[in-house]
């Protein structure tokens, strides 16, 4: 693997050049400390409602027709 | 109490976690974010299987739930080849080797080229790479995230790096030589 890792290795010039370049990449697609605090709260405001299973079948499609669910009523009229 | 280990778990691990789907996916923000509130959806919902597990053992059940999101994302949304082949289009019309090197680090274009330039990157790549730049995280904590020994993990960023400056065209390293014949047929 040694061997290997020399035929990887460029100028340090050029190593510096791309540390940078991707030290402010990586600046710009981090998220900030309020997109996560806002991100965070957002899980517990979801997970309070129905509950994470509940929006996570439906999302995926999850057909409900299977599943006594609904009462009656609902398709009296269909 | 429950919630209370959560925070602590988001606090620790979202950014690393955050990184990994950026790394998966391709690096889109929004994408990376969306799932990275799912993953910690899943995790808060599976808070009770995680506390029976031992500390040290837990980087790498978390980063199992951001791997099934992953798949689930990719069988749902649009395929993964799909993606690739979007940011390979993108990469078409970036700037070659024999670019002037002073103009390196301006303008934003040049981050639009190695945005591409990642977004190229072989994804087992890409997502060691980002979770290196982006997460912070180091060798042996990708290594415990992904089960690969931190040497894997190091070789691995070396190669991913090697590319990107190969396709930046900031150095000609044998392995994006080697790569370029190729794809030359």
């Known amino acids: ?78 | 109490m429950r919630k209370d280990l959560f925070h602590d778990l988001y606090v620790t691990y979202s950014r690393q976690v955050y990184s990994y789907l950026l790394g998966r996916t391709g690096g889109s923000k929004d994408v990376g974010a969306d799932l990275l509130q799912d993953v910690f959806m899943r995790i808060w919902n599976r808070m009770e299987a995680l506390e029976r597990i031992p500390e040290d053992q837990r980087i790498y059940w978390i980063f199992s739930v951001a791997s099934n999101r992953v798949k689930d994302y990719y069988r749902k949304s649009s395929n993964q080849r799909h993606a690739e082949e979007q940011l390979r289009d993108r990469n078409k019309g970036g700037g070659g080797p024999t670019e002037d090197l002073s103009q390196l680090l301006s303008g934003r274009e040049r981050y639009r080229e190695l945005e591409s330039a990642i977004g190229a990157l072989p994804e087992e790549l890409r997502c060691i790479l980002l979770m290196k730049v982006v997460g912070g995280m180091n060798s042996s904590r990708i290594g415990e995230a992904l089960e690969m020994p931190a040497g894997t993990v190091r070789y691995k960023i070396s190669q991913a790096r090697a590319l990107l400056a190969g396709r930046l065209g900031l150095s000609e390293t044998k392995l994006a030589a080697t790569e370029r014949s190729n794809s030359n047929g």
Do not use: C, H
């Open chain 1, 1 to 78: 693997m040694d061997d290997e890792l020399m035929d990887l290795k460029f100028p340090a010039e050029a190593d510096d050049q791309l540390n940078r370049l991707l030290a402010k990449w990586a600046l710009q697609v981090q998220l900030s400390l309020q997109e996560e605090e806002e991100l965070y709260d957002r899980i517990f405001v979801i997970a309070d409602d129905l509950g994470y299973d509940w929006w996570r079948q439906l999302g995926e499609g999850f057909s409900f027709q299977t599943l006594n669910v609904f009462p009656a009523f609902v398709f009296r009229n269909i």
